[in-house]
């Protein structure tokens, strides 16, 4: 009941931050209208990998596989999110980048290291797959999941350290409804996340339980 709410008020921040963007506001540059939807899932691409490794420690310091199961979850909402960013970015790019690349993707700085990032947790999830016992694919995930989260901070200080097209974003220039429009998208974003990733953890909790019955009735006869 409690998951049904959350997902309502999502879609009710969703739809009005719909309306905001597309009829109520109007940008002073026409591309922020893909602002609405590359900054909020970038965001949350960053703090569901941050909700994954946080969950990884606590699995290495209480070896409960509830901490294993979030920081798996998690980091599968992160890679979906973090798909959006890149698909997202990469046509706004073009459409502010036109008269400088004309290009999708130019392996900006920005760009590469979020495909980074993108691989690098497949590569956790690849890894987690690939080991076959439970125990062993847990804390091997979970000191993985740890080294790979080094891959975020590359990506917010790539604009710094290396040229890039990409601004900073202290530096974009939005109106107060802009502004408004964009952290109605994020709260909207972020709420969706909180729904996906209790109802996935949830469906993981029955799925477990129907397996230790199983088992437990296999192991009796």
């Known amino acids: 009941m409690k998951r ?33 939807t590359h900054v909020p899932a970038a965001l949350i691409c960053f703090l569901a990998f941050f909700v994954s490794l946080a ?34 970015g990469a046509i706004w790019a073009h459409a502010t ?19 980074i990032l993108c691989v690098a947790y497949m590569g956790y999830l690849s890894l987690k797959l690939s080991i076959g016992g439970v125990e062993k694919r847990a804390l091997v995930g979970a000191v993985y999941n740890i ?36 952290s109605l998208n994020l709260i909207a974003a972020l709420l969706f996340f909180v729904y996906l990733l209790i109802t996935a953890f949830t469906v993981w909790s029955l799925e477990d339980r129907v397996d230790r019955i199983a088992y437990e009735k296999g192991g009796g006869d």
Request: proline share 4%.
């Open 4 to 36: 049904d709410i959350l997902l309502c008020v999502a879609a009710a921040v969703s739809v009005v931050a719909s309306y905001m963007a597309y009829v109520a506001v109007q940008p002073v540059r026409e591309d922020l209208y893909f602002s609405y």
């Open 147 to 182: 080294l790979a989260f080094s891959t975020i901070p590359l990506t917010f200080l790539s604009v710094s350290l290396w040229s890039s097209l990409h601004p900073i974003a202290s530096e974009v220039s939005m109106s107060l409804p802009v502004k408004q429009t964009l």
């Open 97 to 115: 980048w036109y008269e400088t690349t004309g290009m999708y993707w130019s392996w900006d700085p920005k760009q590469a290291t979020m495909l």
């Open 55 to 88: 969950a990884s420690v606590m699995y290495l310091w209480k070896r409960k596989r509830e901490y294993d199961r979030v920081a798996e979850v998690s980091a599968i909402l992160g890679l979906v999110y973090g798909a959006v960013a890149l698909v997202s």
